[in-house]
């Protein structure tokens, strides 16, 4: 029997894809993105604007992004200009994390009726309508097919407290996910949504009383803890690799189990 000093080649080696939405390294985004990157994955990075910058270039550059980009969705053309550069740079794309939500706080707070048309357009636009427009302008870059994943929220399915519109727009951003999935099947590209459970992030911080809900999730999980970055980045990275090449249209929660419990 001959030996080999060859090892197994990472599960994502070769691989290339986006990461959006990392603020910090408390951002559930870099978790991801370091969980891709130690599966052999190859990303860029983007953040939002000149302010973020200083926070996330140190950790673009210690993950080995190649490339690192500002993104506004909000800007016209300018989610559609971020994927340009990045098939050129790449030339195919395999995976495309989408972790970006924006609600005003009146919306997020108070009672959804209340919620002005300009907030509700913009919370759909930032938090729901930019995965559509990140999948349309991806499809040609994934012709051999791959992963486009979103993050969502329990209160996408159920009332949580305090998330008002977001809840509304997470529902709509779940089943946006299922269309997407059946659109882009026939092209090997599936689609997922991610739905963790609560954990203390920038993003979380705008969400009055979160410690309370931080607490409630710990109390009601059958594993009795709320989950960590890590975990929610394990997960994701695993929807990127040829293991869940059977899956797609899912939102699938990593909450320690809190989501099946009233």
């Given at each position: 029997m001959s030996s080999s000093n060859s090892t197994t080649a990472l599960p994502l080696a070769g691989k290339k894809g986006i990461v959006t939405g990392i603020a910090n390294d408390k951002s559930i985004a870099y978790a991801v993105a370091r969980a891709i990157v130690e599966l052999g994955g190859e990303i860029a990075v983007t953040y939002q604007n000149e302010k973020t910058a200083k926070y996330t270039q140190p950790l673009a550059e210690a993950l080995g992004a190649k490339l690192f980009l500002k993104l506004d969705v909000a800007e016209p053309g300018c989610l559609e200009g971020v994927i340009a550069q990045c098939g050129e740079a790449f030339g195919e794309i395999d995976f495309a994390i989408h972790s970006m939500a924006f609600c005003n706080a009146d919306d997020l707070h108070g009672r959804v009726i209340d919620a002005s048309e300009a907030g509700f357009d913009s919370a759909m636009n930032v938090s729901c309508h930019s995965f559509l427009r990140m999948a349309k302008a991806l499809e040609p870059l994934m012709a051999h097919g791959g992963s486009l994943i979103t993050m969502s929220y329990l209160g996408a399915e159920r009332v949580v407290r305090n998330y008002g519109v977001m809840g509304i727009i997470k529902a709509a951003l779940e089943s946006a996910v299922r269309y997407m999935?059946?659109?882009?099947g026939p092209k090997g590209i599936r689609v997922f949504?991610?739905?963790?459970?609560?954990?203390?992030?920038?993003?979380a911080s705008g969400i009055a009383n979160f410690n309370n809900l931080l607490e409630s999730d710990a109390q009601k999980?059958?594993?009795?803890?709320?989950?960590?970055?890590?975990?929610?980045g394990a997960l994701t990275a695993f929807l990127c690799t040829p293991g869940s090449s059977g899956m797609t249209g899912q939102t699938i929660y990593v909450d320690a189990g809190a989501h099946i419990v009233a």
């Open positions: 999935a059946y659109d882009l949504a991610v739905s963790p459970g609560p954990i203390m992030t920038r993003a999980a059958p594993l009795g803890r709320t989950v960590t970055i890590e975990e929610v």
